[in-house]
Structures are given as structure tokens and as C-alpha cells.
């Protein structure tokens, strides 16, 4: 069955950077578009982004956009979220996702 864990959440100050990560299982990973989204606390799920199976197609989110880079690595199976430039806005339990199914997230909380 299909599997997503994330992995790399934490505490981080404002301006500063962190990487998460998903390793995934159970499909075929490199033929799978993966995306992100994230949940803040009593705001509804936002999408982050994607990335295209091959990693030549990668879409972002606005309010994210030219902070975040999402990055895959077919050989492991795993899908990257590297975010810079924080904010306190960006506090939330971010998610990732393949076809129809999401990992149980992994929380990221920007303060200082």
C-alpha cells in the first residue's frame, strides 16, 4: 500500500531555513507526480507545490514562491521541501502527497 513519511519538521527562527523530507513506498515512485501542502493552525490545508515524476515540472504556490524548492530523488524514493526565508506565517504541519493518499505530516514552527 502506498506509504508517505515525512520527516524534518522542528522549531526554527524567523528568517531561517529547514528541509523536510518524504520517503515514499508502496507505488511507483518515479513515474508519480509528488506534491506538498501544509496545514496552519485553524486555517485550512493549503498546496504548497508539486514536482513531476521526471523533476522537470515544478510548481509552487504563491505565498511560497521564490522561498521554497521542492526537489526529488527517484533513486530513494524520496521528495524534498527546502525552505528559506521563514516566517512566522509558514508555521504549520506540512504534508506530502502521491495520487489520492497523504503522510501524517510533519510540524514546522517559525518563532522567535
Known amino acids: 500500500q502506498v506509504q508517505l513519511v515525512e520527516s524534518g519538521g522542528g522549531r526554527v527562527q524567523p528568517g531561517g531555513s529547514l528541509t523536510l523530507s518524504c520517503a515514499a513506498s508502496?507505488?511507483?515512485?518515479?513515474?508519480?507526480?509528488m506534491k506538498w501542502s501544509r496545514q496552519a493552525p485553524g486555517k485550512e490545508r493549503e498546496w504548497v507545490g508539486s514536482?513531476?515524476?521526471?523533476?522537470?515540472?515544478?510548481l509552487y504556490g504563491d505565498s511560497v514562491k521564490g522561498r521554497f524548492t521542492i526537489s526529488r530523488a527517484n533513486v530513494n524514493n524520496t521528495v524534498y521541501l527546502q525552505m528559506n526565508s521563514l516566517k512566522p506565517e509558514d508555521t504549520a504541519v506540512y504534508y506530502c502527497?502521491?495520487?489520492?493518499?497523504w503522510g501524517k505530516g510533519t510540524l514546522v514552527t517559525v518563532s522567535s
Open positions: 514536482i513531476s515524476a521526471a523533476g522537470d515540472t515544478i
Open positions: 502527497g502521491a495520487m489520492n493518499v
Open positions: 508502496g507505488f511507483s515512485f518515479k513515474y508519480t507526480l
